[in-house]
């Protein structure tokens, strides 16, 4: 009988390591299922005891241990997936088993799948990683992959392009897969588990390179002639996991990749300025020299809400420039994109009498307002609570009740008003719920000449053509997000509506004199990347630091005093301290940010580099504290 320490691949796992009994050995590096409370994992073993070693340690044990029933074999991943997923988990203050199952799909631990020591591949090991930044249009990064590619088949290595959606995955094959289609490999969550195992067992045991073209979750993939891996749409919010723990997917692919001693493409329109600041330490060098220029559009107009808003009453959502334009576009039979940050109809309801915001009673935070089954109903987006819509004010118990901010239902509402004659068409993720829904939308749209597509973000991924009119209803509500880097998020929105739009973008602001829509109207965005640098400089944000922010999650009771003794023990630290919502309690609570220099806490290629102090230090707060590593705003 054998004693086995395991890593549940699984998040939600409290513990990292679990011990069980087997009959069977099983060394480490096995994959075997075992029991957690009332359902079965998969997990690694991670060491193996002889039980007639321990009998006075099992005698004495507080718990029984359960024993394992199925040992399916070694790993089908490699190693070093294990050990960076060890150090993503020291860095972001999670269990191993949390990260790996970003990294490992499901499909491939329900069977016999190759183990990586069985493949025999071709393997070039680097003396020193080359890391590079490849800023420069789509079309030109498609131009210098199909070389690339080719250049690399010739070396009998394969090439890995990292995309943050399945939508992206689609697109890069259309335009990479030609003459080398029988060594693509299209790798995605929407593909059946049969498929992907198919597909992993035969990029496993084929000798020939292939280019994989594929989001994070299949890097784990033992494919050892992998000789250059690329992060293509570096700049997406989506490689960031939406579920706690919040990993940046990219930070994965970059320690793996000096793990492996491969070569690291950092590729996009338009590179975070996280990156752009490390090519200029010195961390990376150049594909080619960097282009700072956006995606051509004929005609860029932002247009001043201030000037034109009282120039007619026909909506509040559009000014007399944007409705001839689109009069205009219709009418010669091309389409129009109308972007919308936000779903539903308003992002907020206030009292037109005494100016009170509708909140919600959990949590304190600001009511959306949405149409669900011909009701309109009030949503919160931190305790998702829906509730019929009131239809008198909370505090002076008025009627005038008025939705503000620009929802993507209201805009849509509002269209079909205006150009009652025209086919209009909405997406967003309430709306559309499959891929197959989304897909037959864009399609139809595209088809229908001289129709409105309304949209959120969602729709970049859709449209296959360009569209001669991208109309931008309300920059300011962009303005308003809550996040140190929303001006680098609104750049990138703004660079895909560029690459969307044929002929004019057309962008509505109270604030026409913001200094990124000069550079977006002028097509050149380095003296923004100058300003935006310096800013979070000086205010101590990333690239420069890193933030940790703790949120308190005790009892009510608790607060002050738990408050103030976090406070006291994190003084070395200079804590910044105030109350906000938070959902995970439904009502304010203290936070406190800690703005640390990037040596303080960061990662290297074999180790996380931490103050073992402040760990401590933190480890004693988990009790009545969430602690967020990396986080983009100061609120849950």
Known sequence: MYVLDVIVISKGIKKEILTYFSIKEALPGALVRVPVRSKIYPALVVAIRDASDMKGEIKNSPFGFKRIENITGNAPFRKESVQVAQMLGDYYLTETGAILDLFVPEAVLDEKMPQAEEIETHHTTRVKTEKLVFQATFEDRISYYKTY??????????????????????????HLSKGIEDNVVLLSSNLSTKKIQTIWKRVCTDQHPKLIISTPLFLSIPKNDVGTFIIEHEASSSYVSRNKPHVD???????????????????????????IVRREQGEFDEVMPMSF???AVRDTQIVSMISEENKTPLSPFFSPSLIEEIKRTVSSKNNVFLFALRKGLATKIICQDCGTQLICENCNSGLSLF?????????????????????????????????LGVGVDALHDAVKVLFPD??????????LKSEKLAQAVSKEFEETRGSILVGTEMAFGYLNDAVSLCGVISFDTLLSLPHFDREERLLQLLSILCLITERTLLIQTRHPDNKLLQCIQHGSVIDWYRNESDIRKEGNYPPFSRLIRLSFIGPQYKEEEQARYAESILIGYSPNSYRGPNMLVKRDTPYILLQLSPQTWSLSKDSAIQDKVLLSILDRLTAFWSIEIDPKNLYN
């Open 149 to 174: 590619i080719r250049e690399s088949f010739a070396r009998k290595e394969s090439v890995a392009i990292v995309l943050p959606t399945v939508s992206d995955i689609t697109i890069f094959s259309e």
């Open 249 to 275: 997917q990219r930070l994965y692919v970059e320690i793996l990749s000096n793990k492996l001693g491969k070569i690291l493409i950092f590729a996009d329109t338009l590179l975070r300025v996280d990156t």
């Open 293 to 295: 220029r956006l995606p």
């Open 371 to 403: 149409e669900k089954d011909e009701k309109r109903i009030t949503y919160c987006k931190n305790c998702k609570m829906e509730n019929q819509a009131p239809t008198h004010c909370t505090n002076c118990e008025s009627w005038r009740l008025i939705p």
């Open 422 to 431: 025209t086919p209009v068409f909405k997406m967003d993720s309430n709306s």
